[in-house]
C-alpha cells in the first residue's frame, strides 16, 4: 500500500483520482476547503503552512509516496485573476516543495504529478511575463500582473507555468537526482463540475462552446485519473519531465507541426 496527498479531492478529478486510489487499497490524504481530510485554503501561505503540518502529522513514518495537486480554478466572471494565480500555481507548487523531504523518504520510487492544462498551448495570447512571474516565484507581481490580464488570461498562464516548472526541475539533482520523479497532466475539456459551470458562464461560455475535440465529446474525469495513475505508477519509471497530454486530440489538431521540432543549438 502507498500513501498519497491529492489536493482538491472533495470534487471533479480530484475526487476521482482519491476514489480509485483507495479502491486499489492505497492511503490516501484528501486536501480541500472543506470535506476532506486536511481543510486549508491552498491560497494563502497560512492556508498551505497548515496544510503541510496536519499533512505531516498524518504520513506514516514520515513518508510519502505521490503527490497531485488536483486542486485550481478556472476564469469566471467576477473571480480575480490572482486568485487563480495562488492557488492554480503556488498552492500547488509550495505544498510540491514542502512534501519534497516526505517524498524523498519514500522506498516505493516516488513521484509527483502536476496539473497543467492544454490550454497552455492551445488558447492564443495569454500574458507570457506572467507566468514567467509565477516560475520566478515571485508571488506578488503574478498577482498584480494577473489582476491586470484578468481570469481567461491568466488560466493557462499559470497552467503553463506548472508545465515549465517540470519541464525545468523534474531532471534536476533535487527531483530526479535524488529518486524522485516529476511529471505533469495537460487535460483537455473535462466533464466536471467547473466545465459545467463554464459553459454557462458569459465570460466563457462561447470560448468553450467552439472549442474542438477531435474525439467529438468531452472527456471523463477517468480518463485523465487513468493517465496520472499511470505517471504515479512503476510503469513510468522512466518518465521525468514528461507533460502527457489527455484531451481527445485538440493540441495535436492544433498544433501538429509544433513538436517535435529541430533543436536549435543556439538557443538558451
Known amino acids: 500500500m502507498s500513501t498519497y496527498v491529492v489536493t482538491g479531492a472533495a470534487s ?13 487499497g492505497h492511503r490516501v490524504i484528501g486536501v480541500d476547503l472543506a470535506h476532506a481530510e486536511v481543510t486549508a485554503d491552498l491560497a494563502t501561505d497560512d492556508g498551505r503552512r497548515a496544510a503541510l503540518r496536519r499533512i505531516g502529522e498524518l504520513l506514516p513514518d514520515g513518508a510519502l509516496d505521490g503527490f497531485v495537486p488536483f486542486a485550481g480554478l478556472a476564469a469566471a466572471t467576477g473571480r480575480p485573476g ?32 502536476l496539473v497543467s492544462s492544454n490550454s497552455a498551448t492551445c488558447q492564443p495570447g495569454w500574458p507570457t511575463g506572467l507566468a514567467t512571474a509565477c516560475l520566478a516565484g515571485d508571488e506578488d507581481e503574478a498577482r498584480a500582473l494577473a489582476d491586470r490580464a484578468g481570469g481567461v488570461a491568466t488560466y493557462p498562464a499559470t ?44 465570460l466563457t461560455a462561447d470560448g468553450m462552446a467552439a472549442y474542438p ?6 472527456g471523463r474525469a477517468a480518463e485523465v485519473t487513468a493517465a496520472v ?23 495535436a489538431l492544433l498544433r501538429s507541426r509544433h513538436w517535435p521540432v529541430p533543436l536549435d543549438p543556439a538557443a538558451g
Do not use: Q
Open 213 to 218: 475535440v477531435p474525439l467529438g465529446r468531452a
Open 229 to 251: 495513475r499511470f505517471l504515479l505508477s512503476p510503469a513510468a519509471s522512466f518518465c521525468v519531465g514528461t507533460v502527457l497530454c489527455a484531451d481527445g486530440g485538440t493540441e
Open 159 to 202: 497552467k503553463a507555468a506548472l508545465a515549465w516548472y517540470v519541464r525545468e526541475h523534474a531532471g534536476t539533482h533535487a527531483w530526479a537526482g535524488s529518486g524522485v520523479r516529476l511529471n505533469a497532466v495537460a487535460p483537455g475539456l473535462i466533464d466536471t463540475p467547473m466545465t459545467a459551470a463554464g459553459r454557462t458562464d458569459p
Open 82 to 113: 490572482s486568485l487563480m494565480v495562488s492557488v492554480n500555481h503556488f498552492g500547488a507548487v509550495r505544498l510540491l516543495e514542502g512534501l519534497r523531504p516526505a517524498l524523498l523518504r519514500s522506498s516505493r520510487g516516488p513521484a509527483a504529478v
Open 12 to 24: 471533479g478529478m480530484g475526487a476521482a483520482l482519491a476514489a480509485e486510489l483507495c479502491e486499489e
